[in-house]
């Protein structure tokens, strides 16, 4: 080979390489940190999505970080070390107070937030429940609903006494009789059922729907959506794809579900925590956020939230709720 022919090879070569190179470089993924509780009305479109590579598909990679609480995820999203956030009824709360903006929805929470009690401390009905402990973790969806539930029967909250834990101390605490009730959310329900054959669910949340209802979703960081709402556009495509899919499917999706993350709970046990929300599809999410349904919604626990911190001058749902970003992505 002479010099010229050299030259003209390795030219080519060079050439070639670069074209290999290239859609490797188009395809490179965009991180987002995503904190999120692991329960079905919370999870379930994450996990759905990044089986059926919706996310992957938008050229998303999320780096998905488990939490215990709505709270702890706040915590660490006003921190810095989330982007954005998965949550049920604490959605409603710091938002408010100026921390995070609310762009995406996940369900209605409808009976995931349940009150349980032990008959043999004398527990029947929510009367006997006056001068009681009630264990729950304050400031989530089972303490919006438990308030919700005192009230609705009668009973002031200020009659009860109410134990602060995380919620899987406050279970714990109901199994071995420390407490005689528990506001609890769902998969927590099926431990209870299963350590104390005689508790009894004297309310879910259900009983209080669609007044009160409580809902859960996402936000972001408020310094985060600004200058990402194309990537938080690419995330509400991918959740949206999970979403309709699982309506569609919710059979498949539950047994998927339950196989690939939920290993340890029955899908019995799956398939009731999936029928404890109510999901809609994308479109018809699409008429409640215009016509004010889901601002609404997130007020209601925004005024229980605000009330019981004591703060006056909070940020309205009508302010912290963007809808434009979503009305915009799906048509």
Known sequence: MDRRQFLTTTAGLALGSLTVA??????????VRVGYLHTVAVDGQIWTGMDRGSFEKQGLDLELRQFNTGLEIFQALIGGSLDVLATGAVLSNFPARGQGKVFLINDIEVATAQLWVRGDHGIKSFEDLKGKRIATATGTTA???LDTALRANKVDPKEVELVNQTMPAAVTAFISGAVPAVALWVPFNVTVRDKVPGAVKLADA?????KAAIIGGWAA??????????????????WADANDYIIANSTEAMDKLQKGHYSQTPLADINESFKAQKMFTSKDWKRMYSDGTVTN?????????????GIKDST????YFDSSLYLKTIV
């Open 22 to 31: 290239a859609p490797a470089i188009a395809q490179a993924k965009t991180k």
């Open 221 to 238: 960081a408020n310094d985060y959506y600004e200058p990402n709402k194309e990537t938080l556009a690419k995330l509400i495509r991918g």
């Open 297 to 309: 919604w997130l007020q209601q626990s925004t005024d229980f939230f605000m009330a019981n911190a």
């Open 143 to 145: 303490h919006v609903f």
């Open 316 to 319: 309205p749902a009508s302010k």
């Open 206 to 210: 259900s009983a209080y729907y669609p």
